[in-house]
């Protein structure tokens, strides 16, 4: 649906706050007026904004991958050089799963199969987006090295999602592993993986 | 608690169905009912079995681990070089988490944080012991391989199991990708991504 830039904020706030209340309870096990009550509106109130408990996870999810367009994605596209991109790509979205700063990349990962019918076509399609993104790059880095391929690059993207995207069950900010150790490890192996040796 | 053989084969029984309407419902979303009606009892029927939800869930996440120490670690550990003990382990650990012949494997993955308290602790030291298992034999690996290591085995160890636990959001068996593709190019991957070219 159309929405003034004010409702657009609005629902972006919801989407935060409601992303920590799945986050805590599972989207199962979280009720529209539990959400209502940590946003601070009435049952009533929320459903102004967002028809039900399936489109606000699916607004979560959508934001979440703007957040992944803007912060990650933007920010690379104009690096002429492929290796140097996907490099880049890995790195913010590790930083992206890593910090956790947003709620929502979590329920990304997590609620995955929560989300029913068209709406999760439509995720699922801006996802399919994002790994055919990398599996093109993948392809150039393997074409640029001169080497024939060592795999295919759907699975070589899947590998490298599936390494990022776990992080979120194990990782922990505040242990002994600082971050720019894992990403330097895993860009490195991921590369090394990938082509063999430089 | 000290249960007689058939009252563990019962268990392991309603683990299984158990498994299949979390993994549907979500641990959230389905009640006591909801599984008693599954395995075919009466909800006094199966409080007889199994003391509470959570406990439950406990019993099928152990459940999991102890098919992961049956039908993988058992098998390996006689073979006495590191490096095949190590890739038979991964093939094993690919194997359960694409055939998902048991549900509990995919509810151990997916569940991690529904569980609360000792039970949660005690299935966390089962996981720990598994990770710790695998950073032995890599810096094993490393230190056959006569080279300085590339990457601490801890970072090696994480970066496997999120390639390979990862695979339950995305692989499926009916699609163009086999199992035997997905495994060599597993390991190879990993394999040159620890190492470098042989």
Known sequence: MARTPDARKKLREICKVAAKVFYEKGYDGASMQDIAEAVGLTKAGLYHHVSSKGTLLFEIMNYGMDILDETVLAKVKEIPDPRERLRRTILGHIDLVVRARDMEITVILHENRSLKGTL???????????????????????EQSGMPPKLSPHIAAFAVLGMINWLYQWYHMEGAVKEEEISSAYVDFFFRGLLGNP
Request: hydrophobic share 40%.
């Open 120 to 142: 999760r076509k439509k995720i699922n399609a801006r996802k399919r987006a994002y790994i055919e993104y990398l599996e093109d790059l993948i392809a150039r880095v393997q």
